[in-house]
């Protein structure tokens, strides 16, 4: 079949690679331009820019294409059977969802609607979710409304992180849409009620809010990890919260309980377990505080 590919992170990347394992003529990839990032601001290509380029495919990287008639016209001229969509990053104007004989496919990290928008892996864990998964549908003008082709569920377990269901999820995407292409399923309408929005995530959502329960924290240490993280401040200083867990306690929200990091919340406390300090190398609470006193009564955050 004779498609496009328009993704730009990792977890578009395995779908990309099954669809060319499996034979499919990629007519051209579409991806974010590359920016700079890091400390150094080097400017670097996207996850599905090199996956690209390594499998010797053209990509094509326009900054936008809304109103680009240049852009709109070379999609068309590709005569594809079909695009597929995962995390691209810019709408898709109407000509070009109407270009492919079979329409735009993509591969959504969500059991729409639960979680239509930018983050919806998240989303699910900061909601404390039962499931995950991957829908597979047609997109059409509205934001994640289209039609549903396939759905595939996975359960979500308190060591759920962002990490691992991302990984997870990439992986349902690459075979369901290899099954959406073969078997051309009917699409089914997604319900009117259920949906919620998961907004693009910024650095500020990880700054942890101590006034929150430790269940509500909890979450979001994982649901965060690993970008943006969560941070709070301690002694003048950025201390990273990798991993942590709610414990028995009471106490004001944002001071130490003990001098093990053990912190009070707005409800409950919650027990750091891993954590880093700036330039440092992540340690287990233990180590960090061989060589850093927290002591009980020591205040976190603002």
Known sequence: MRLAFMGSPAFAVPALRALAAAGHEIAAVYCQPPRPAGRGHAVRRSAVHEAAAALGLEVRTPARLRRDEAALAAFAALHLDVAVVAAYGLILPEPMLAAPRRGCLNIHASLLPR???????????????????????RVDAGLDTGPMLLREAVPLTPRTTAATLHDQLAGIGARLILRALKEDPPGVAQPETGSSYAPKLTRADGVLDWTLDAATLERRVRALNPWPGTFTALSGAVLKVLAAEPAAGAGEPGVTLDDALLVGTGAGALRLARVQAPGRAPLDTAAFLRGHAVPAGTRLGR
């Open 115 to 137: 979680w239509r928008g930018a983050a919806p892996i998240q989303a699910a864990i900061l909601a404390g979710d039962a499931e995950s998964g991957v829908t597979i549908m």
